[in-house]
């Protein structure tokens, strides 16, 4: 397991470019944090992420985006869960999770939770697993590009969605 620690009006970003298990721990007033992660299983690889956002005091904030792809037999799990702590009050926390699956046997499964404990938060998720676009394919070919070029256009432009937010 990977731990992070976000102290004080620490305000930090974390990129998962890896399977694993995460968890992050909002312990100062002030702490902000934004997980990112843009992944892709391919072949038969089995890729599991599972995060955990615990925040313990008030005033944090943290926004967790992540995006996979499976492709060929792959497998995808995506499991996020935000705690927030009885004294964590004005606390701000969101999580997305989306699959897309490029292959008819490539399998996902996207399960975000929120623990709450107190009652001044605003904290939502959110999940999505799907497929490519059969009108975006139509379109991208309507353009005279291949199946296969379309696809990978959409794939990129599906993980560039988080990727563009990674600061360098």
């Given at each position: 397991?990977?731990?992070?620690?976000?102290?004080?009006?620490?305000?930090?970003?974390?990129?998962?470019?890896?399977?694993?298990?995460?968890?992050?721990?909002?312990?100062?007033?002030?702490?902000r944090v934004e997980i990112l992660g843009a992944?892709?299983?391919?072949?038969?690889?089995?890729?599991?992420?599972?995060?955990?956002?615990?925040?313990?005091?008030?005033?944090?904030?943290?926004?967790?985006?992540?995006?996979?792809?499976?492709?060929?037999?792959?497998?995808?799990?995506?499991?996020?869960?935000?705690?927030?702590?009885?004294?964590?009050?004005?606390t701000n926390a969101f999580l997305r999770e989306n699959v897309l699956l490029v292959s008819p046997w490539a399998r996902a499964e996207a399960l975000p939770r929120l623990e709450i404990e107190a009652d001044d938060v605003h904290a939502s998720h959110a999940a999505t697993v799907g497929k490519i676009d059969e009108e975006q394919i139509f379109y991208l070919r309507s353009r005279g590009f291949s199946r296969t070029v379309a696809s990978k256009m959409i794939v990129d432009g599906f993980l560039n969605a988080v990727r563009e937010r990674i600061k360098h």
């Open positions: 397991m990977t731990k992070y620690t976000i102290r004080k009006d620490e305000e930090r970003q974390i990129v998962i470019n890896r399977p694993g298990e995460y968890a992050i721990e909002l312990v100062g007033e002030g702490a992944l892709v299983a391919t072949g038969s690889e089995r890729l599991v992420v599972d995060i955990t956002s615990l925040h313990r005091v008030p005033h944090t904030s943290c926004d967790i985006f992540i995006r996979a792809v499976a492709t060929d037999r792959s497998q995808v799990f995506l499991s996020g869960m935000i705690k927030i702590g009885r004294g964590a009050q004005q």
